[in-house]
T-cell receptor, first 111, second 116 residues
Framework: NAGVTQTPKFRILKIGQSMTLQCTQD?????MYWYRQDPGMGLKLIYY???????DKGEVPNGYNVSRSTTEDFPLRLELAAPSQTSVYFC??????????FGPGTRLTVT | AQKVTQAQTEISVVEKEDVTLDCVYE???????LFWYKQPPSGELVFLIR??????QNEISGRYSWNFQKSTSSFNFTITASQVVDSAVYFC?????????????FGKGTHLIIQP
């Protein structure tokens, strides 16, 4: 039982490039989330999903897109990367919205 | 709108001292959930506790204890006889709906430093 896995662990992007952050969970959780954590700040919700085929915006969705075609996977897409998207990205999952279990994070730098 | 305030940005204590981390929340809902997470230097987020708004009993787990007071909208976290391994950033978080179905609102965290 690997829990929540994220790839890659680190990535450097040039301004304007695109990439997909991968997130997979093997706990059969129906709810999944993407957060970003900026230095000295708490986590802010980007997008969430309550089940396959259902996604919704969180507090800071601009510049990102998500999809949820399976229960296990919840990829986050960055289009036209900007320096403001430099952050640590965490994926999380939960059962019926209770305590969330987090992946190890992806550290992204946009230069 | 919901909000979580952790006024203590950083706390430094000597090992074996007791330390309390403060958390104050704002919400209009009568049903809500409060959480504490630990983020050690390695960066992962570790779930510590979940408490719903109808359960005001304090909880103790080993050296950790939590004091929930609805009257002051606070959910404070105390570590007794602190250890160096307790050094981490601690986050308090709140959810108004479904226990977290639409995500958590986090405070900015308190960086706890335990000096040997």
């Amino acid at each position: 039982n690997a829990g929540v896995t994220q790839t890659p662990k680190f990535r450097i992007l040039k301004i304007g490039q695109s990439m997909t952050l991968q997130c997979t969970q093997d706990m059969n959780h129906n709810y999944m989330y993407w957060y970003r954590q900026d230095p000295g700040m708490g986590l802010k919700l980007i997008y969430y999903s309550v089940g396959a085929g259902i996604t919704d915006k969180g507090e800071v969705p601009n510049g990102y897109n998500v999809s949820r075609s399976t229960t296990e996977d919840f990829p986050l897409r960055l289009e036209l990367a900007a320096p403001s998207q430099t952050s640590v990205y965490f994926c999380a999952s939960s059962w019926k919205g209770y305590e969330q279990y987090f992946g190890p994070g992806t550290r992204l730098t946009v230069t | 709108a919901q909000k979580v305030t952790q006024a203590q940005t950083e706390i430094s204590v000597v090992e074996k001292e007791d330390v309390t981390l403060d958390c104050v929340y704002e919400t209009r809902d009568t049903t809500y959930y409060l959480f504490w997470y630990k983020q050690p230097p390695s960066g992962e987020l570790v779930f510590l506790i979940r408490r719903n708004s109808f359960d005001e009993q304090n909880e103790i787990s080993g050296r950790y204890s939590w004091n929930f007071q609805k009257s002051t909208s606070s959910f404070n976290f105390t570590i007794t006889a602190s250890q160096v391994v307790d050094s981490a950033v601690y986050f308090c978080a709140l959810s108004e709906e479904g226990g977290g179905a639409d995500g958590l609102t986090f405070g900015k965290g308190t960086h706890l430093i335990i000096q040997p």
